[in-house]
């Protein structure tokens, strides 16, 4: 059975940064893109919005208009672990962040859009203080 974990999230001030984490198990097959998810509170599922998403197999890696610079996407293919660096974090940046990945070929055009994702994690909460 395939597992996503998030970890990494917490109560920050804004300007200060935080690291995510996710662990992916018990998949052996190959995923093409993987990626990080945000859900603003009262915002449904359908509204997910796309952070920053990365190619397995190369790293090419693309990022939301918001992120503008202050998180960085990266992966660590021999720990089976995904990444985000969040910096200069801001009060709107609080959500419940989901980890993705994708199991069949999709365009880069689609890499941040969450229904290209067919595997998620349960999410770890950003809250970000003014």
Same mark, same amino acid.
């Given at each position: 059975?395939?597992?996503?974990?998030?970890? *990494?999230?917490?109560?920050?001030?804004? *300007?200060?940064?935080?690291?995510?984490?996710?662990?992916?198990?018990? +998949?052996?097959?190959?995923?093409?893109?993987?990626?990080?998810?945000?859900?603003?509170?009262?915002?449904? &599922?359908?509204?997910?919005?796309?952070?920053?998403? !990365?190619?397995?197999?190369?790293? &090419?890696?693309?990022?939301?208009?918001?992120?503008?610079?202050?998180?960085? !996407?990266?992966?660590?293919?021999?720990?089976?672990?995904?990444?985000?660096?969040?910096?200069?974090?801001?009060?709107?940046?609080?959500?419940?962040? +989901?980890?993705?990945?994708?199991?069949?070929?999709?365009?880069? !055009?689609?890499?941040?859009?969450?229904?290209? +994702?067919?595997?998620?994690?349960?999410?770890?909460?950003?809250?970000?203080?003014?």
């Amino acid at each position: 059975q395939v597992q996503l974990v998030e970890s *990494g999230g917490g109560l920050v001030q804004a *300007g200060g940064s935080l690291r995510l984490s996710c662990v992916v198990s018990g +998949y052996t097959g190959d995923t093409y893109w993987m990626a990080w998810f945000r859900q603003a509170p009262g915002k449904e &599922r359908e509204g997910r919005e796309g952070v920053a998403a !990365i190619y397995t197999d190369g790293g &090419r890696t693309y990022y939301g208009n918001f992120v503008k610079g202050r998180f960085t !996407i990266s992966q660590d293919n021999g720990k089976n672990t995904l990444y985000l660096q969040m910096n200069s974090l801001k009060p709107e940046d609080t959500a419940m962040y +989901y980890c993705a990945a994708v199991s069949r070929r999709v365009s880069w !055009i689609s890499a941040l859009r969450a229904d290209s +994702y067919n595997y998620w994690g349960q999410g770890t909460q950003v809250t970000v203080s003014s």
